[in-house]
């Protein structure tokens, strides 16, 4: 079983995979787990920091040697349903983006509205 396969049960609760390495024959892996969080499990334990961590450590059998970080997050169950995506860079529209070219001039459209200039339609 891989380093990722081992983790990957845990990805909804909001671990994730920060580094893997080897050292002298055993590998290491490094977490980083949410600080609070939307998950309880069966006792009503929040499933977030240093008890998420130890239940990552309880689930795998492979003889790792397995270091943590709380990172100071909120993982929420919207965030465990979205945890695969990614935004297209091509189709990204931000609503206060006005797209400018050497020949856009927004003046005209103040004049238009504050009725300043030759293009005033009150007089």
């Not at 003889?63 to 979205?82: A, F």
């Not at 103040?110 to 005033?120: L, Q, S, V």
């Amino acid at each position: 079983m891989t380093n990722k396969e081992m983790i990957e049960p845990w990805r909804q609760y909001g671990v994730r995979l920060e580094k893997e390495d080897t050292v002298d024959g055993v590998t290491h892996l490094y977490i980083s787990v949410p600080k609070m969080s939307d998950f309880f499990d069966d006792n009503g334990n929040e499933l977030s920091g240093a008890l998420l961590a130890k239940r990552v450590k309880r689930s795998i059998s492979d003889p790792i040697v397995l270091r943590s970080r709380t990172r100071n997050e909120r993982w929420t169950k919207n965030m465990s349903y979205n945890i695969d995506y990614k935004p297209d860079k091509k189709n990204e529209q931000r609503s206060n983006h006005i797209p400018k070219t050497g020949d856009d001039d927004l003046s005209d459209i103040f004049d238009i509205f504050f009725g300043y200039g030759n293009k005033n339609p009150f007089t």
